[in-house]
């Protein structure tokens, strides 16, 4: 097993780290979960709750996270709509993950792409985006790359928040900086930009000069790898799809 006596910090929230966890151990490794994303429900529901409001009106509803599926759907239980309404809604899950959270709660799934990108999104759903209605539930700081993507592929795209994502609390910034810089993790690992951003906030610059030399990183997603870049830390391994599984896996090839 390559992955033998290396240690993978895991960054996602813990209800969801699950899978990423039994990946690290069955290849041998040891998984540290340190989450860097706390959400919390959005300040206001208004845009949202009119968006709900006129569900009908949309062609496609697309979902980047599992996090936008439970606050969409979490909302639509609260204003009453009927659960038949929501099996009624064509949504496109960007990811496997998010895939299964849209299954759970009853949401046909119409596709998934191959590539996490609002590009390679458009380019699967072709021609059928012109003049279409999509609505995008997100979080606060999602970018607007691929609203862009689709407006560009001919869509009308709206988007709605439906959670804010912060630093988690309780997190000692001191212990956590030096276990980093001193190499106690083999392998940092993001699944979103939000929680390779928080990681960001805890470090002075000299500190992630000084980590730059000792982690390996790994990632989902271009978008994700573009925000550890930002940070100055060089990308090392970039999960081929958008899976717990993919990111694990590849991180053992890389080592092996």
């Known amino acids: 097993m390559t992955m033998r006596n290396r240690k993978i910090l895991i960054t996602r929230q813990h209800e969801q780290a699950g899978e990423m966890i039994r990946e690290v151990e069955f290849r041998g490794g040891t998984a540290v979960v340190v989450p ?6 959005p300040r206001t529901w208004t845009e949202c709750d009119a968006a709900i409001g006129r569900l009908r009106t949309f062609d496609v509803l697309v979902f980047t996270s599992a996090n936008g599926v439970e606050g969409f759907v979490g909302r639509t239980r609260i204003l009453g ?3 038949a309404s929501l099996a009624q ?12 959270a849209l299954a759970g709660n009853g949401v046909p799934v119409i596709l998934v792409p191959e590539k996490f990108a ?21 979080g606060d700081i999602a970018r607007e790359t691929l609203p862009d993507a689709l407006r560009g592929a001919g869509a009308i795209v709206e988007t709605v928040t439906v959670y804010v994502t912060s630093v988690p609390e309780g997190i000692d910034r001191g212990s956590f900086v030096h276990r980093v810089v001193s190499g106690e993790f083999d392998v940092v690992t993001f699944a979103s930009p939000s929680a390779a951003a928080n990681f960001g ?3 002075h610059a000299e500190e992630l000069r000084a980590a730059s030399g000792r982690i390996r990183i790994a990632v989902i997603g271009p978008s994700t790898a573009d925000a550890v870049r930002a940070l100055g830390l060089a990308v090392d391994i970039i ?3 958008s899976t717990a599984c993919a990111l694990v896996r590849s991180i053992d090839e890389y080592y092996s």
């Open 201 to 203: 906030t805890l470090f």
């Open 118 to 138: 609002g590009a390679a999104l458009a380019a699967a759903l072709g021609d059928s985006l012109a003049g279409k209605r999509v609505l995008i539930p997100r």
């Open 239 to 241: 999960a081929p799809e």
């Open 36 to 41: 860097m994303i706390a959400t919390g429900p």
């Open 89 to 100: 809604v064509r949504a496109v899950a960007v990811g496997e993950v998010t895939a299964s």
């Open 81 to 83: 709509v009927p659960p």
